[in-house]
């Protein structure tokens, strides 16, 4: 049964089931401490491994010829930065998360789910910037990189970008779905705002032309 302190958007038209046997704490049940960073051990987790792939990504050329060893690193560090920020952070510092799980007819969901009630004095505020700042920047990054890496023909670190650009865009499409909601209200809430104001700009035509002033004729000057 789904927890009733989330609100879950499921790719399907209908909102798609928690797992039942799922035995982890209730979503936004965790023990919260007061303070301006309310998790500052998670805060720093989810920099750390994003950061450190990053810098070894720039530096490795200075310290290690090799191509193997680096990327293995890199890899390793992407890894750790996407279950990290995916199964963590995210519950914890914005209380979203997204997942998949495969059903009994084997049938793949992807689940989307944003904490129910809102997010005031649950969450530090400087935790949901550091969370959304970090979530886009790292993105934006790896694009340069990867602009710099083929400019310059390096390939192989094309590759290697090409993979963290996969990880951290992957988490960042997450979170946003999370936080929007599902696409097709998304679209229909266009939809709607764009018919709004078609109908309004109908009705004041119509009540114009109703309540216009007939011009009046100058009368003629007589000589």
Wanted: one cysteine or more.
């Amino acid at each position: 049964m789904a927890n009733n302190s989330s609100i879950m958007y499921g790719e399907d038209l209908d909102q798609v089931p928690l797992l039942d046997n799922d035995d982890t704490l209730g979503f936004g049940e965790e023990d919260e401490p007061k303070g301006k960073l309310k998790h500052p051990v998670v805060t720093l987790f989810h920099l750390l491994f994003r950061t450190a792939a990053l810098v070894v990504y720039e530096l490795c050329g200075w310290f290690s010829s090799g191509f193997i060893g680096s990327f293995i690193t890199i890899v390793i560090l992407l890894s750790m930065d996407f279950w990290t920020v995916k199964n963590v952070t995210g519950r914890l510092m914005v209380g979203l998360r997204w997942w998949n799980y495969i059903d009994d007819e084997g049938k793949s969901h992807w689940v989307f789910e944003a904490r129910k009630g809102g997010l005031q004095g649950r969450v530090s505020q400087t935790e949901v910037r550091t969370f959304w700042v970090s979530l886009v920047a790292f993105p934006v990054i790896w694009s340069m990189l990867l602009l710099v890496a083929l400019f310059f023909l390096q390939f192989k670190w094309a590759m290697v970008v090409l993979i963290a650009l996969t990880l951290t865009g992957s988490n960042l499409y997450g979170y946003i779905r999370c936080k929007i909601g599902k696409s097709e209200s998304i679209t229909q809430s266009f939809k709607n705002m764009a018919t709004g104001i078609v109908q309004k700009q109908m009705v004041s035509n119509v009540t114009n032309m109703f309540t216009r002033t007939p011009p009046t004729t100058a009368s003629g000057s007589t000589v």
